[in-house]
């Protein structure tokens, strides 16, 4: 599954195994910077999803006080 096609809970569920993963340490050198860009891209799934929830309930406050 592409990264866009992944859910605010998908991405945060697979961030939350690489910090662990990290975390626990025992990886190489290579294992750990390719872990660490996983966690980036995770990251800014997560802030997407995040930011479009925000844009939208600020939308919907707007329009309530349109009304």
Known sequence: MSDEKL???QA????A????RLE???SSLEESLALWE???????VCERWLDGAR???E???AARTDD
């Open 17 to 20: 195994t690489v910090v662990e």
């Open 59 to 61: 939308a919907a406050r």
């Open 24 to 26: 626990q340490g025992g």
């Open 38 to 44: 996983r966690g980036e891209k995770l990251a800014d």
């Open 12 to 15: 945060r569920t697979e961030l």
């Open 55 to 57: 844009e939208r309930i």
């Open 7 to 9: 859910s605010y809970e």
